[in-house]
């Protein structure tokens, strides 16, 4: 009825009503071409240009890859001032995985004693990112500053070492975690196998070249069944993707030492524990849940066997690290090519204590001051081996290494940090 009483409102006049019409059902025409040719384009942007993203959107390895913001002057500054070496035979060094467990300890520690040092992160979330934060803001105050990056960007790495003539790399960056290996296994070689290609591709072609020390994993022994383990035994049994990642990572190092000289040292660690530590470890969620008075799965091996691991504190394997940069000895090569022999070394850094998870759990209790509840269950076929132990011989003859902590000292040191970290697990239930 409306629309009736509008066209009366319309003159009668002879000649005026037909055009007015007509424009009508032109500019109604014009509309709808409008309206289909824009959906029409948008189909076509979201096939060409959104199907590809969105085809794997889950995919962990891919969120890595965001866009960073890096570059400029005063970025520049921050990076150089960071990396300036403060005593007159310091290191220059860049730590990958900085804002990890390890990293901010390594990184805090050269910072200390007169290193440059420049850490590099891309604080994904396998596990809880405002911790990677802390642990930023803590580098910080030291002055170290950790750009926010991926191992896998070419033209960040490449700008780096125009920045900064790197004496060392730390490189510490990883997929880490055995269990994880079954749920996303892409993340593993983009980061464990193609991020270290590309640091290597990077660290061969910069002039001078730096000396490498890198994080292999004692789980590089896999079924091995000959205790303890020496870096003389076979590691060609991976019992998880993760290991079978790190076993890559060992050949590939020996691959661009061959081929373009660069000095390697692969460092074997053993079930790495202390504050500030990862919480998908079974120390770190073990006391989460004792004080949350969750059920803990303890894990046994086939008849009833003991679960055990070398479990070393995180001061023991700081050391090594230092130790390991400072007997590596220059990369041979220059601008790519190889110019003659260049060091290989590999070394387990270990407490040559294994410890019965199930003991573990009992300094915990004494610790935190409460009862766990404790479940029993069989070591799944998920990648878990039954017992680590390291022989540390050749880190003690070579790199000075000996472990001092053991793991009631540590443990002690752990649930203090964590306990005050997370006001008695307030932040960590929530």
Known sequence: MKQMSHLDDIPSTPGKFKPYFHRTRWQSSVAKLAFWSLVF????FIFFYRSPVSSNPADPSRRSLRTYSWGGPAWEKRVRSSARVRTRRGFSVLVTGAAGFVGT??????????????GLDNFNDYYDPSLKRARQALLERSGVFVVEGDINDAALLKKLFEVVPFTHVMHLAAQAGVRYAMENPSSYVHSNIAGFVNLLEVCKSANPQPAIVWASSSSVYGLNTK?????????DQPASLYAATKKAGEEIAHTYNHIYGLSLTGLRFFTVYGPWGRPDM??????????????ISIFEGVNHGTVARDFTYIDDIVKGCLGA???????????GKKRGAAQLRVFNLGNTSPVPVTDLVTILERLLKVKAKRNIMKL????????THANISSAQRELGYKPTTDLQTGLKKFARWYLGYYNGGKKAAS
């Open 282 to 295: 079974a120390y770190f969620f073990f006391t989460r849940d004792i004080l949350k008075g969750k059920a």
């Open 105 to 118: 300890h390594v990184s805090a520690a050269l910072k200390r004693r007169g290193d440059g040092v420049l």
């Open 227 to 235: 205790v303890p383990f020496s870096e003389k035994d076979r590691t």
């Open 41 to 44: 384009v948008g189909l076509i």
């Open 380 to 387: 799944p076929r998920n990648g878990d081996v039954q017992f």
């Open 325 to 335: 940069l400072d007997t590596a000895e220059k990369s041979t090569g220059s601008g």
